[in-house]
Nanobody, 121 residues
Framework: QLQLVESGGGLVQPGGSLRLSCAASGFTLDYYVIGWFRQAPGKEREGVSCISMSGSTNYADSVKGRFTISRDNAKNTVYLQMNSLKPEDTAVYYC???????????????WGQGTQITVSS
């Protein structure tokens, strides 16, 4: 079964940190572009960060300087390190993958089930 599984979500205070993991099973991530997306209640899903097959990255303006995406192909896992978290980062976070993709715009091939991040004191 081909799937992506996110983990690492939870409740954190403003200013805190979390690291999300996105592990693939049933396929290798080596040839996939991977993106992190989020959806807050009542809002549309938005792209957070993207990492290409070669490791180049990009970020939404709202998270630049605070979030870092990385990939470990040996572990078939992509990470999202989130620092200096703000209440407005509260959302369900999803990872997604597209085979041979150049960016994270457009349709993705696989999606994880999502993990909740709540930033609150």
């Amino acid at each position: 079964q081909l799937q992506l599984v996110e983990s690492g979500g939870g409740l954190v205070q403003p200013g805190g940190s979390l690291r999300l993991s996105c592990a693939a099973s049933g396929f290798t991530l080596d040839y996939y572009v991977i993106g992190w997306f989020r959806q807050a209640p009542g809002k549309e899903r938005e792209g957070v960060s993207c990492i290409s097959m070669s490791g180049s990255t990009n970020y939404a303006d709202s998270v630049k300087g605070r979030f870092t995406i990385s990939r470990d192909n040996a572990k078939n896992t992509v990470y999202l390190q989130m620092n200096s978290l703000k209440p407005e980062d509260t959302a369900v976070y999803y990872c997604a993958a597209r085979l041979y993709g150049r960016n994270c715009r457009g349709a993705m091939d696989y999606w994880g089930q999502g993990t909740q991040i709540t930033v609150s004191s």
